[in-house]
C-alpha cells in the first residue's frame, strides 16, 4: 500500500493534505462552538476538503480560480491563511477580500504570487459566465500575443451540481464548448440544494448533463478521496494548461456541515442522512490511507493537535481586529476616472456632417486601431451585415472575427463575460441587439458586474462598454421599442450615457472607453439615422479623434431669454434622447420662454446644473419617453424639488409615456402612448400660466 500511494501521490502532499483537512474541521468546530461571535452567515468545506484541496494544488500564480461560497478548502490551498479568512468571517476591517462587504469565503484576489480570484455574487451558479469570460481573454491574449506566460494559463470555476440547473451555467458551457476556452468547470455534487434533494431538482447530475455539449470532455471523481481526486484533478489541470479546450470534472461530495449557519442541518436533514455522509468524511478517509501507508499515528494526532490550536489564535486575533469604520462605506462604489474635462477638437475645421450611428462606427474604430486590447461582440455584430441597425458595418471585415465577432443569442454572457475580460486587461465593447431584451442579462448586472469594485474593495472595477439601441419610432412594437433607463438607473455600480446627437455619442464613447467603470450606451433608434422628422440636428459635425466628453455635463441647448426670466415668465424643460428633440420643437411656440437642458449621461448626472437653472426660472418640466410613473424622470422631478423648493414657482412637473404595460405596433396608438411636442406645448403653456 505504501508504494502504490507514493507512486501516485507523494507523502509530503498527503500529510499537506491532511494538515489543511485538520484546518478546516477545526476552523468549523470553533465557528459552531462561538455561534454567538459568528453571527453572520456563513459556510464551510466539511465534506469537500479532499476535491477542493486536489484542486487548489494544481494551480499557478498565472491561473484564475472562482470558488464558490463553500470552498474554503480551496483557499487554504492556494496559500490563504486561517486568520485572512476568519477576518472575513467576521467582516472586519482588514479583511483582504472585501473589507468587511460580503460574506465569508467570497473572496477576490490579484496576489501575485497565488492564482487570480475576481469577485463573485452568492448567487449560485452565477459565477460561471464572468469566470468563462476570464478564460475568453485570456484566449484572445494568447490569440494576439499581448501578454507573456511563463505557464499557459488555466481557470477553474466551482460550483455546486444543484446550480446547474440555472440556465446561466448552460449559457457558459455553450460558449466554452463551442470557443473552446481554457477552463474547467469543477461540479461538487453533495446531493443537496439546501433542504431540496437531486431527486427533487434534476433528472440527472453535471456528468450527464453536459453530454451534448460538442468538444466540453468531462471526468467523474470521488471528490472525498484526496489521492483520486489529486490525480484526476492533475490530469484536467494539465489537459487544459496543454491543449487549450474545456473539460467538466463532476466530483461527488458529502455535506458533513451545515448548508449555512443560518440553515441547519437539523432542520431537513435526518440521522440516518447525517451518518451517510459522515461515513465518507475525507479527513477520516485520508487519515486511514495514510496509516495503512505506514505513517505514524502520533504525527497525525500532533497534526491534528497543531491545527486546532493554529485555528483559535487565528479566531482570537480575528475577533480583537478592528471594525470597519463608518465613513468607508461610500467608498469603491466607482473606480476613479482619468476623464473628468472636455478635452479635443469638438468641431474641427472643415468638418462633415455624421449621423450618429456613423459617430459610433468611426470611435469604436479609432479605438480599436490603437488598442489592442479592446474587441466587439453581441449578436449579429460581425462582419455578415454589421448590426440590425448596422452600427457596426465595416468593423468586422477592418478587425477580423477574433476582434468582431457574433455571440449567440444569450444576453446574459454577452454582459456578464465582460467581467472576466475586464479582469484580465481587456476592454470588451458588447452589444444587446434591443433595450426590450437586456432583461436575461439583468442577473449579471446586478450581481456581478455592478458590485464587484465594490465587494472587491476596487481590485476588479469591471470596465465595459454595453451598448443598448432603445426607444420607439414607427411602428416597432411591443418588444422593439421600450425604454429601460429607470430599471438600470436602479443599480448602482454602473454608469448610463444616453446621447442625443453625434458628437455627444463619439465623445461619450471614447469617454467610456477610458473608463474604467461599467458603462451602458442608450442609443435611440429613431436617431441614428436622423430619420424621423425633426431630428435632423443628431446630424453634427465629425469630432476630431482626440475629443473626449467627459460623463456627468448636461448642456443648455436653448437659452431663454434674460429679461424673460428676470420677469418669471420663463420654463426649464429637462431631458435626453429623444426628448430634446420633441422639447426643441415645442421651444419654438414660446420665443425666449423655454430654455431645454440636455442631460447626456443618466449616471453621473448633472444635478448642479439642473439646480442652478431650475433656481433661475422657477418652474420645471422633466420630460422622458418612458412610462411615467416610478420612472427616472419622476425620481429626479423629486430631488429637484426638494433641492429648489424656495426658489420655485409650480410643482415640478414630469412627462412621459402613458402607463400601459407596451409600446403597441398601431401607429395610432403608438402615438397616443408617445409623448411629442405637441403634448409638450401644451404642458408648457399650462405651466407659464403659473
Known sequence: MENTLHEKVSQEILLKAYNHMMLAKAMADIYEENRNVTKYVHSTSRGHEAIQLATAYQLKKEDWVSPYYRDESILLGIGFEPYELMLQLLAKAEDPFSGGRSYYSHPSSRDENKPKIIHQSSATGMQTIPTAGVAQGIKYIQDFNLQQFENNPVVVCSLGDNSVTEGEVSEALQFSALHQL????LVQDNEWGISVTKDEARTCDAYDFVAGFTGLSRMRVDGTDFIESFEVMKKAVDFVRTERKPVVVCAKTVLIGHHTSGVRREFYRDEEDLAKHRAKDPGEILRNQLLDSGVDEELLKQITKKARLEAEEAFERAKNAEDPKPETVMQHVFAPTPVTEETGTR?????????????????????????????????????????????TVTLGKKFGSKRVFNTAIQEAYIIGSTTGMSAVGLKPIVEVQFADYIYPGINQLITEISKSNYLSQGKFPVSN??????????????????????????????????????????????????????????????????????????KTIEPAEDYILPFGKGKVIIEADKDETEKGRTLLVVTYGM?????????????????????????????????????AHGKCIVLTEEQLNNSFAEAFAHRISKNCFKYLDAPVETMGSLDVPAVPINLVLEKEMLPNAEKLSTKIEEMLKY
Open 182 to 185: 481554457p477552463i474547467i468547470f
Open 579 to 615: 426628448g430634446v428633440y420633441w422639447a426643441k420643437e415645442a421651444a419654438k411656440k414660446f420665443s425666449g420662454k423655454v430654455e431645454v437642458i440636455d442631460l447626456r449621461t443618466l449616471i453621473p448626472l448633472d444635478e448642479e446644473l439642473v439646480f442652478e437653472r431650475v433656481k
Open 465 to 538: 462598454i454595453i451598448r443598448v439601441p432603445i426607444g420607439a419610432y414607427g411602428g416597432g412594437g411591443p418588444y422593439h421599442s421600450g425604454s429601460v433607463e429607470s430599471i438600470l438607473a436602479n443599480i448602482k455600480g454602473i454608469k448610463i450615457a444616453y446621447p442625443s446627437n453625434a458628437a455627444d455619442f463619439k465623445g461619450l464613447l471614447k469617454a467610456a472607453y477610458y473608463d474604467p467603470n461599467p458603462v451602458i450606451m442608450l442609443e435611440h433608434k429613431g436617431l441614428y439615422w436622423s430619420k424621423v422628422p425633426g431630428t435632423e440636428d443628431a
Open 347 to 391: 468641431e474641427p475645421e472643415g468638418g462633415e456632417k455624421i449621423v450618429m450611428v456613423d459617430a459610433a462606427i468611426h470611435a469604436i474604430q479609432e479605438l480599436m486601431w490603437k488598442h489592442p486590447e479592446a474587441l466587439l461582440y453581441g449578436q449579429d455584430v460581425g462582419e455578415r451585415i454589421g448590426g440590425v441597425f448596422r452600427e
